[in-house]
């Protein structure tokens, strides 16, 4: 027989049995204790991580947290200089070229020191960290003789601007995996002030380049960094999976800076924009999938996104805004504390005959409207198109859109649903909303061709359009002129 105590121990036992009995229960205890402080570290690290918490999100992927790199450069390891004339295109190019070849070991990361590292477009490489001190700035070159032409994106058919090329952007990547963009909040600027003039002018002859554009690419974390000026769209992430960008701030002038767009998920899927600041010269957000005919034949839809905690302005365009290049589809879209401030519109759907694809499944909760001249936006025809071969038979599909929580003050007119007969908006619905008007007029609840509900009491009152239930969800009201139009843009 194997004994489980040794005879001290049971002669201890015979003679003390309360006191060992104490023992082994403050032993048992005490390891329930380490478990539970085990498991809360585990649980701590988790939500501290890029994506820790991905998990228990509805609909979301759980995405890999970054590596630590194998290796550690400088950009003047590589014969860098940050007075704001050297051109480091070289330099860049040469830490990228180093880099590319630590894949198996886990790649490596690039530091950009405090200081101005003035340089032409260069491109990223797979499992790569683009780090920027603080005080680091990263200007992109002005004459656009150094941006090299790229085909045009194949969802689009042609330049945004122009037939033909386009200008790349000054950071740039395809095909590319486990790349990260992050710093101590320096600087990527792309001095697009010298851009504008000339696009006003008429004088380029190929679209802008954006400031940033990743492209059929996956595993893609940005964060702790500033975007500023960029010649057109700032930050382009196209066909990728995977995407997180938090803690990011992205400036250019509210107005005389065009298609400055802050951040547009384009064909993209798993995304998670949050915490974040943007004022911009356009949409602060615009979530696209194709234009027209191009966009439906590459068939890829947006779908899957999550913006959460961000701050926006845009005092040309709107806040958030989804299309009008949505032919491959946008759904499944979540946005959570929102603020939009001094805009022109807060949210908005843009379509048109002849986009096709559809918008669908889109949840808006607890949005802060401030001093916007237009809040909720639906806009069926947004017709612009990259030539005459559009099918104005392909309408898009906008159905089952939510408003939940919308509030605000000195807003002008809350809400414009413009459906037609041909694209009939379907399954809008908007609970706990009041909001403050700056225009005391009537017919500020804007619909056209909508059918949808409206849940308890909201302020102002709806348009005729829309059933009416009660806090309970019990049918108060059925609406009888679905079809009813009453647009006013003037107002």
């Known amino acids: 027989m194997v004994e489980i105590f040794p005879s001290g121990w049971r002669l201890q036992f015979q003679q003390h049995p309360r006191r060992l009995m104490g023992l082994l229960t403050t032993h048992r205890t005490l390891v329930l204790m380490l478990w539970i402080v ?10 501290s991580s890029v994506d820790g918490l991905a998990f228990f999100r509805w609909g979301a992927v759980a995405r890999p947290s970054p590596r630590l790199r194998a290796a550690l450069y400088n950009l003047t390891d590589f014969g860098g200089v940050g007075d704001g004339k050297t051109l480091n295109t070289e330099s860049f190019e040469r830490a990228v070229e180093a880099i590319s070849k630590l894949g198996a070991r886990g790649g490596g990361q690039l530091n950009v020191p405090s200081g101005l590292w003035l340089t032409a477009p260069f491109n990223l490489t797979s499992h790569m960290t683009l780090f920027l001190a603080e005080g680091a700035v990263i200007l992109g070159i002005e004459d656009e003789s150094y941006w090299p032409l790229m085909p045009p994106l194949p969802s689009y058919g042609y330049g945004r601007e122009h037939r033909g090329p386009r200008y790349g952007s000054l950071i740039h990547g395809q095909n590319l995996k486990d790349i990260v963009i992050t710093g101590h909040n320096g600087t990527i600027n792309g001095q697009g002030q010298a851009w504008w003039t000339k696009y006003k002018k008429k004088v380029l002859n190929y679209t802008r380049g954006p400031l940033v554009q990743l492209m059929w690419s996956k595993d893609i974390v940005i964060s702790n960094i500033t975007l500023r000026d960029s010649p057109f769209w700032t930050l382009h992430p196209y066909d990728c999976k995977n995407v997180t960008i938090s803690n990011v701030t992205i400036l250019a002038p509210v107005s005389g800076a ?10 993209c899927e798993d995304v998670l924009i949050e915490n974040s600041y943007i004022c911009v010269g356009d949409d602060a957000v615009a979530i696209k999938s194709g234009w027209d005919q191009y966009g439906i034949a590459y068939g890829r839809p947006s779908t899957n996104i999550t913006l959460r905690n961000l701050t926006v302005r845009s005092n040309v365009s709107a806040g958030i805004s989804i299309g009008s290049e949505m032919s491959g589809g946008v759904s499944n879209v979540t946005i959570e504390n929102l603020i939009v401030w001094e805009s022109r519109r807060g949210i908005r759907v843009k379509t048109a005959a002849g986009r096709g694809g559809y918008v669908r499944n889109i949840f808006y909760h607890n949005v802060t409207l401030d001093n916007v001249r237009v809040g909720i936006v639906i806009k069926t025809d947004y017709n612009e198109h990259p030539d005459d071969g559009f099918d104005p038979k392909a309408v898009p599909t906008v159905e089952n859109i939510t408003f939940s929580g919308i509030h605000g003050r000195g807003v ?16 809008v619905s908007f609970e706990d909303v009041s909001v403050g008007l700056s225009y005391k007029k009537k017919h500020v609840f804007q619909c056209s061709f909508v059918e949808g509900r409206v849940m308890g009491s909201i302020f102002p009152a709806p348009c005729e359009n829309l059933d009416l239930y009660d806090e309970r969800g019990k049918l108060v009201k059925r609406s009888m002129s679905r079809n009813i139009t009453d647009i006013d843009y003037n107002v």
């Open 412 to 427: 002008r007119v809350p809400v414009r649903i413009h459906g037609s007969e041909e694209i009939f908006i379907k399954g």
């Open 258 to 267: 065009p298609n400055t767009d802050g951040i547009d998920p384009d064909s």
């Open 38 to 47: 085990g498991f809360a570290l585990v649980f701590g690290w988790q939500t």
